[in-house]
C-alpha cells in the first residue's frame, strides 16, 4: 500500500508470474503524485556523492543498503528504461536530475501495468488473523501479505497521512517522534531583519550539530530557506546553528582598503546594509573602523543564533523520525513484531539530506525488499 517512489520500485521488481496476485493502494487518483512535484517537477533522482554519512539514523543500517543497491545500480535500472538522468549542480553537489518527473512516472505505469491498482483509496485501518485484513474508504481486501510505503506527514497536500506510523504502532512498533525535514526556518525578533532581505540567494556554510553545510541560504518572508538550510534542517533539533556569510574570504583583508564596508565586504549590498543596521553599524571607509566595530563585523564568519522553528510539515519535503529501524529485518523490511509485514520509505527511521539522497535510498529499499518477496 502507497504508491511514493517505494511503492512503484518495489511493484516494479516483483516476479512479473505473480502479478495477479499484488495489488497497489494508493491514496490520490493518480499514481506517483509526489515524484511528480519533486525536484522542481524534474525528479532529483540520485547523487554521484551518496554515502551511509548523508543520512539521518542508523548509519550500519544506511551503508548496508546503499552496499546492496548503489547509485550506479539505480543509474542502470534506469537507463534500462530508457531514462538518462543528468548532473545538474546548480543547487546541490552531485545531484542527478531527469529530464521530467513524469518520465519516472510513465516508467512505472508500464512497468506495473499487470498489477491491480485501487486508486483513489485511502486505508482506514489494518487487522490479522491468520491473514490481513486492509480496511480502506471503499472496500476491504485480503492480503497474505502487506507493505506499507506510504511515506510520512509531509505533503499532505498529497494525502500524506499518518497510517504507517498507526499501522506499526498498532503491531507495537516504536515510533520515535516525527518531526518535518528539509524545511526553512523561522526566525527570534533578533534576526527580523532576514526578513527584509526576501527573495536574496546567497552562499554560506552552515554548522549544525557537528556537521558544516555548504551551499545557497535563500532569505524568506517568513525567515530564511535555501538548499544548505533545508540539509541544516534535518540535524536541527533545538539551540544554536552558526552561519559563515564570507564562506572563504578573509576578512581582514576585505577590510583593509579604504571603501566602504558595504562595497569591499564583497556580499549583496542589500544583505551587508541590513546586517551593519542589525549590529547598529554606519556603512563607513573601511580605514575609519575602529578595532571594537571589526570585532562586531566578525560576527559574520561566525554568525551564531537559535532559529525560532521551521515552516512546518507544509513546506517540509520530507518527515524525520519514524519506525525503529532495530524491530525490522535489515535484509528484507520485514516486520520482526508481525510476520507478512514490511515497512519501507519515509516511516523509517531513516531519512536523508537534500539532493537526491532520499529517493536513492528509498528505491535501494524497495529492491532489496522486493527480492525477499520474490523469494
Wanted: charged share 25%.
Amino acid at each position: 500500500m502507497g504508491a511514493g517512489a517505494s511503492g512503484l520500485m518495489l511493484a516494479s521488481n516483483l516476479d512479473k508470474r505473480k502479478y495477479k496476485n499484488i495489488c497497489l493502494i494508493e491514496t490520490n487518483s493518480k499514481i506517483g503524485q509526489k515524484i511528480k512535484v519533486s525536484g522542481g517537477a524534474k525528479c532529483n533522482i540520485t547523487n554521484e556523492f551518496v554515502t551511509f554519512k548523508n543520512y539521518l539514523g542508523d548509519k550500519d543500517f544506511a551503508k548496508f543498503i546503499l552496499d546492496n543497491f548503489s547509485k550506479d545500480d539505480l543509474l542502470k535500472f534506469l537507463n534500462k528504461q530508457k531514462i538518462y538522468p543528468k548532473l545538474k549542480e546548480n543547487l546541490v553537489k552531485g545531484a542527478y536530475f531527469c529530464d521530467s518527473s513524469q518520465d519516472v512516472i510513465d516508467m512505472f505505469l508500464l512497468l506495473t501495468t499487470h498489477i491491480k491498482k485501487f486508486l483513489d483509496t485511502k486505508v482506514l485501518d489494518i487487522s490479522y488473523s491468520d491473514f490481513f485484513t486492509i480496511f480502506t474508504n471503499k472496500e476491504q481486501i485480503k492480503a497474505k501479505k502487506v507493505v506499507v510505503a506510504s511515506g510520512g506527514l509531509s505533503f499532505s497536500t498529497l494525502g500524506a497521512s499518518s497510517i504507517a506510523f498507526d499501522i506499526a504502532k498498532k503491531f507495537n512498533h516504536t515510533v520515535s517522534r516525527v518531526e518535518p525535514a528539509l524545511v526553512g526556518f523561522t526566525v527570534q525578533k533578533e534576526q527580523f531583519w532576514f526578513k527584509e532581505l526576501s527573495g536574496l540567494s546567497m552562499p554560506v556554510n552552515i554548522f549544525v550539530e557537528d556537521k558544516k553545510i555548504v551551499g545557497n541560504l535563500l532569505f524568506a518572508h517568513k525567515g530564511f530557506s535555501g538548499p544548505a538550510v533545508l540539509t541544516a534542517s534535518l540535524y536541527w533539533t533545538k539551540g544554536k546553528i552558526k552561519i559563515d556569510f564570507l564562506t572563504n574570504n578573509n576578512l581582514e583583508k576585505l577590510l583593509s582598503g579604504n571603501k566602504n564596508i558595504s562595497t569591499a565586504l564583497l556580499l549583496p549590498k542589500r544583505f551587508t546594509q541590513e546586517f551593519l543596521k542589525s549590529i547598529e553599524l554606519e556603512d563607513k571607509a573601511c580605514s575609519k573602523l575602529t578595532l571594537q566595530e571589526i570585532e562586531k563585523l566578525k560576527i559574520l564568519k561566525n554568525y551564531s543564533f537559535a532559529p525560532a522553528g521551521n515552516f512546518g510539515f507544509t513546506k517540509a519535503e520530507v518527515t524525520k523520525g519514524g519506525i525503529d529501524t532495530n524491530e525490522i529485518n535489515h535484509s528484507s523490511f520485514e516486520s520482526l513484531k508481525q510476520k507478512d509485514l514490511y515497512f519501507i520509505g519515509e516511516c523509517l527511521d531513516l531519512t536523508g539530506e537534500l539532493g537526491g539522497f532520499n529517493f536513492q535510498i528509498i528505491f535501494a529499499q524497495a529492491f532489496l525488499c522486493s527480492l525477499a518477496l520474490n523469494k
